[in-house]
């Protein structure tokens, strides 16, 4: 990211290739070359990444003429993100390749950032929206919610590995994308009543993905190529509304609000997917839209939609819904600037059946 964009001027950073399909993984030496890499390349996954994808990322920068070494992530933290900056000072690779989930990606992106080195993403799972994003969410950051950072120069998202990864994160996957349902209605709101910055084309990519993913819904509940395929492209087009709109805005709205706000307080939180889900169903009785299409497709594709469902107690639902507000204060949503009070979020989650 560059910091001296004029007045009235808008900077987007988008990535250059984005390769999608079944078994491409192995691609990712060319793809390095194709874009005028010549390595050494660090590799930062995860413990249990590394077994299931290490092999054909590595075998593919031999294959291309790449060194390469790995540096193993174990958590989204300050600690680790300062470890594999550490890591990049000494190996001083032409490109960090960040291989996993969530965390191992946030990590990748944080880290070669910071260090002025650019990443490829290889992500293993389609849990939720960083993947392609230029942001990361991170324990220990002042700003712990969203930290812009900068977008992967390329993706490579093998639908045969992402495929093999446990259903409830492709679930989760789900409710982020569908969030955007709620996250582009208070974005507008925000627009109207605060007169914030309002961007269509990043608020349409944002809407259509949520769209895309409802209506192939079954494809992705069963599994097929195409319905993956969906998912990581819904999941890449809000990393790319993000990278347009140079915010989380039009990706994240009350309904992440409610889910970290929930996340803070439950003693076992779900998945971040999954929790932003069931706040869509509870955002969007309070926009007066559609919730009742929201519950009727996360059930559908197999998702959470109630608090057992989630396996948090409810008293943690009416909570969360209450302190939402409060998590991001900046950050105008339908929750407005007071929140709920206890009687409303009890309104709402009863009457859309999160809670008993
Ligand atoms: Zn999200």
Sequence with gaps: ???????????????????????????????????????????????????????????????????????????????????????????????????GGGKDIDVAKLSSMKSGTRFLSVPTAASHDGIASPLVSMKGLDRPYSYVTHAPIAIVADTAIIGKSPFRLIASGCGDVIAKYTAVRDWKLAHRIKNEYYGDSAAELALMSSRLVMKNANDVKRLSDSGIRTLVEALISCGVAMSIAGTSRPCSGSEHLFSHALSMIAPKPALHGEQCGVGTILCADLHGANWQLIKEILHRIGAPTTSKELGIDSEYIVDALTKAHSVRPERYTILGESGLTKEAAHRVASTTGVID
């Design 1 to 99: 990211m560059i910091s001296s964009v004029p007045r009235d001027s808008h900077y987007m950073q988008l990535p250059r290739e984005v390769l999608i399909g079944k078994n491409v993984a192995p691609l990712i030496g060319e793809t390095l070359t194709r874009l005028g890499f010549r390595g050494p390349v660090l590799i930062v996954t995860g413990p249990k990444v590394v077994s299931i994808a290490g092999g054909v990322v590595i075998e593919s920068l031999k294959g291309a003429g790449f060194t390469s070494s790995t540096a193993i992530v174990e958590s989204a933290t300050t600690e680790e993100v300062s470890r594999v900056e550490q890591e990049i000072r000494k190996v001083k690779p032409d490109i960090v390749v960040g291989v």
